[in-house]
């Protein structure tokens, strides 16, 4: 399934053994990985060499293709690749004739170089095969090219920030989200009717700022 038809000269093809990642791995997560992933490629490399762009900060990004032989949501096993990888993946993880899309903005382990810490994970629904809604567009720089990417995974395409102003939006917006899930419960249990007035304006605030923030294009 070639879900971007990037050049050629990305291409790379390589099976990456499961046992790669064993080290970062619990008996459990490795039972999980032989029990969910039946396949991992390293189909793509995006780099200076290979697409002719600037890194603008971001070295490579690397597209894997995963072959499940159940289907399922596996991010705790995305979680572990990535955190063994210094550079940025575009996982495509694939169930028959559906997939779907997952990457993580990251940066290096502060006392461990073998590691990195996650910072956000973006990723889509399901999506039927015949369907490739979303693009790696080769922008300026490789790390332009990542934050479009980003941008379309996050329904923010038409945010002027970079990456991390995108990943704080999104943190904003899901700990809104949450607030507003919680104070819900609390209108709903309420018992007197002028705590209910106050909760009622405490949420009509929250929403509010919900709406302003997923308006703002910056």
Known sequence: MDVFNLPQSTKFGKVVPKNSFDKYMNTKQKKGMADLIARIVWANKLSKTTVNLETGGIDEIEVFMIELKVKTDIKGLLDLMDKASPYHIIFVIIYN????????????????????????????????????????????????????????????????????????????????EKDIARLEVRVRTAKQFNKKVELNRELNGLRDRLNVLIEKNN
């Open 97 to 176: 004739e559906a997939y779907y899309l997952s990457t993580s903005t990251k940066h290096p382990h502060p006392n461990n170089a073998d590691d990195s810490v996650i910072d956000w994970n973006f990723k889509s629904e399901w999506i039927d095969g015949g369907e490739y809604p979303y693009k790696i567009n080769l922008g300026l720089s490789l790390e332009a090219t990542y934050l479009d990417f980003c941008k379309q995974l996050s329904g923010e395409s038409r945010c002027k920030t970079g990456i991390s102003g995108l990943v704080e939006k999104r943190r904003e917006i899901v700990q809104l």
